[in-house]
């Protein structure tokens, strides 16, 4: 286990962090129960007490990550980062299956601003699709719309914004960079870092979804597949509806190798896994 230095990271956390959402709008409306009579005093009660244990959930989520943020040692980090997502993912795909979820797909815009636009969208589209979301970036305005189930939405904000944090203290530690002339390649070598961060943590945040789905089918007894095809439906419909002739690119273009093998490394070392405990518990 290897020690952690203690860096300054005030700068590259206000390059990297985004600002709060800017918004949250109401999209297509649910296909739960109807809305009559006792039925609709009963979802409110309902209501009221799953939002209140989502809170819990949150509050202990935010808990787990500001430990991996601030924590000294990178096996803790690993641990604490892990056991949020596994913690959020179980209680999402446990609410969906049993109680439901009837507010249909919403909305979120997240800041994405320069320096570094271009790999921090790839980063939020990695964290969204894990989560059952999925994103439509806006370069000119500087933000991406985030598109999916309200549980899912806080989820992605969440560990989008602590993977930034744990992205820019891995590039604050790996330090400037020079070419043979001496002339700074520090811009290129974190583009590329960024980049490759985005790409691993994607595939790692899959590999972890799909473990996820696996246990809360057999937690619940439910088969969860059919239930998740049609939100991922659902939201797709809703991203159509509000971009009609929406055009999908997809480029990755690497200019700096030290930089993203250097990104690929600190996405390993930020792994996450289902079958991580939490701590305490």
């Avoid at 990271?9 to 297509?28: D, E, H, Q």
């Avoid at 244990?53 to 980062?81: G, S």
């Avoid at 799909?210 to 049609?230: F, I, N, Y």
Wanted: hydrophobic share 40%; net charge positive; proline share 4%.
């Amino acid at each position: 286990m290897f020690r952690r230095r203690r860096i300054p990271l005030i700068s590259a956390a206000r390059v990297l962090l985004p600002c709060r959402p800017r918004s949250s709008g109401a999209g297509t409306p649910g296909t739960g129960a109807g809305n009559g009579g006792g039925r609709h005093g009963r979802a409110t009660e309902r209501g009221r007490g799953v939002e209140t244990a989502d809170e819990k959930v949150l509050a202990r989520v935010r808990a787990l990550l500001a430990k991996a943020e601030a924590t000294e040692f990178e096996a803790e980090a690993e641990t604490f980062t892990a056991a949020a997502q596994a913690l959020m993912t179980r209680h999402n795909l446990t609410r969906a299956a049993l109680a439901g979820d009837d507010a249909g797909v919403r909305s979120r815009r997240l800041d994405v601003r320069r320096p570094y636009e271009t790999p921090k969208a790839s980063l939020l589209e990695a964290v969204a699709r894990a989560n059952r979301c999925r994103t439509v970036w806006n370069r000119p305005l500087g933000h991406s719309t985030v598109f999916g189930f309200p549980a899912d939405l806080e989820a992605v904000e969440v560990l989008f914004t602590s993977l930034l944090l744990q992205a820019a203290a891995a590039m604050t530690r790996a330090g400037a960079r020079r070419d043979a002339s001496g002339r700074s390649r520090t811009r290129s070598f974190r583009h590329a870092f960024l980049g490759a961060y985005a790409a691993r943590i994607g595939e790692r945040l899959r590999e972890a979804s799909g473990e996820a789905v696996r246990q809360a089918s057999a937690d619940t007894g439910a088969d969860l597949v059919p239930l998740l095809s049609g939100r991922e439906r659902a939201v797709e419909e809703e991203i159509a509806r509000r971009f009609p002739g929406l055009a999908r690119r997809s480029a990755r273009r690497v200019v700096n190798a030290e930089g993203w093998h250097a990104g690929i490394a600190a996405a390993d070392r930020a792994v996450i896994d289902t079958h991580a405990g939490l701590p305490g518990s």
